[in-house]
C-alpha cells in the first residue's frame, strides 16, 4: 500500500512539473510567458519581496514551449502550468478565475512580434474574467494603445523604457543607480496612497507624509502625474500622493 501510494505521488509530483496538472488555488499571481530564466527569476524575487504581496504569495507560471519546470523554480514552490495561455483550457487549469493578478511577459524578449502573442493572451483574459488585474509587457510602443483597448490595466514598454534610461543616464550619470533602488523592492521605493479626507493641499499631504517618514514628490489624479507641486496645489476626491519610503504609507 505504501509503495503504491508513493509512486502516485511521485508520478503527481512530476506532472505537476512538466504543466500537465489541474491546479486548485485562489488569491494567486499568474506569470505567462518564460522567456529565460533569469528574467522570470526576477520577476518572482520581486514580486515576493513586496511587503504588499509576501514570501509565500502563490504563483504559477503558464508557458506553452518550456518542457519541465527549472529546478530553481522548484525549489521556490512555483507552481507551472504547460499550454497555449491563450485559449481557455489552459487559463482553467492555472484557476485564473481565482487569480489576483497576470503579468503577461514577451515571450520572445526585445522581438516585436511577441506583441501579437501578448494582445491575445490579453483579449483571452479578459473575455473570461475581466476581473483580473493584468500587467503587460510590450516591445513596440505602438501596441501600448491595443493592449490598453483589449482591457489590461497596465503596461510597460520596455523599448521606451530603455531609450529613456539611456538618454538620462548620458545626462546624469548615476541616474540608473537611483531609479534601480526605487524599482526595486528593497531601500527605497515609490509608493501610491490615496488621500484622506479632510487633506486640502499638498502641503498638508507632505506634511503627513513627513511624519510617517516618507517624502511626498507629486499627485497621481486619473492616471497622470504631477510632481514637485506647490504646496498650495489643492487636492480633490480620489488623488493619490507619490512619495519614496521604505515600507507602505498608512494613514
Known sequence: VLSVAASSLIESKNKEIR???????????VVINFPDLSKVERVIRELRHDDALGDQLPIVVIDE????LPVELQAAHIHYVRGNPA????????????????????????????DHQ????????EARTPGVIMVVECVDPETEELLRKAGCDHVVCTTRFDAAFLASEARSPGT???IDDLLTNHGQQL???????????????AAACAARGHLAIGVRRAKRHELNLDGG???LAGD?????????LRF
Open 240 to 248: 493619490s500622493v507619490i512619495t519614496i519610503g521604505a515600507s507602505p
Open 176 to 178: 540608473q543607480d537611483v
Open 87 to 114: 485559449r481557455d483550457a489552459t487559463l482553467h487549469r492555472a484557476c485564473i478565475d481565482d487569480s489576483s493578478q497576470a503579468i503577461i511577459l514577451s515571450k520572445r524578449t526585445g522581438d516585436a512580434h511577441s
Open 118 to 125: 501578448v494582445l491575445a493572451v490579453t483579449l483571452a483574459i
Open 19 to 29: 504543466g500537465m496538472s489541474t491546479l486548485s488555488l485562489s488569491g494567486h499571481l
Open 233 to 235: 496645489y489643492a487636492l
Open 65 to 68: 514551449d518550456l518542457e519541465e
Open 191 to 205: 509608493f501610491f496612497t490615496p488621500i484622506v479626507g479632510g487633506t486640502k493641499d499638498f502641503a498638508a499631504a
